[in-house]
Nanobody, 124 residues
Framework: QVQLVESGGGLVQAGGSLRLSCAASGSIFSINAMGWYRQAPGKQRELVATIITGGTTNYADSVKGRFTISRDNAKNTVYLQMNSLKPEDTAVYYC??????????????????WGQGTQVTVSS
């Protein structure tokens, strides 16, 4: 069984900072990409940032220069440092991982896993 558990959300004033964390645990053989998505009320879920095992990152244009994604491969943990937050960053932030679990001695195919989400609210 695989779990992704996010932490670090909360309420912050515009211009402030928050750091999100997401730890993947369970029967994990290998993790390829990890990332963050967000969903604001009435809107579709959108990509925020991703990072692959080698360290290559990708960001949504709306967060470039303000958000930084990083990863600790030894801990199966991904972070999102969010600076210069804006009210439009308000959303539920979801952690995502493309990983291969195992069951006993069997390595299972890569699949997509999601965390439960953490609320980020930026007040003006």
């Amino acid at each position: 069984q695989v779990q992704l558990v996010e932490s670090g959300g909360g309420l912050v004033q515009a211009g402030g900072s928050l750091r999100l964390s997401c730890a993947a645990s369970g029967s994990i053989f290998s993790i390829n990409a990890m990332g963050w998505y967000r969903q604001a009320p009435g809107k579709q879920r959108e990509l925020v940032a991703t990072i692959i095992t080698g360290g290559t990152t990708n960001y949504a244009d709306s967060v470039k220069g303000r958000f930084t994604i990083s990863r600790d491969n030894a801990k199966n943990t991904v972070y999102l440092q969010m600076n210069s937050l804006k009210p439009e960053d308000t959303a539920v932030y979801y952690c995502n991982a493309d990983l291969s679990p195992y069951s006993g001695s069997i390595i299972l195919p890569f699949n997509n896993y999601w965390g439960q989400g953490t609320q980020v609210t930026v007040s003006s």
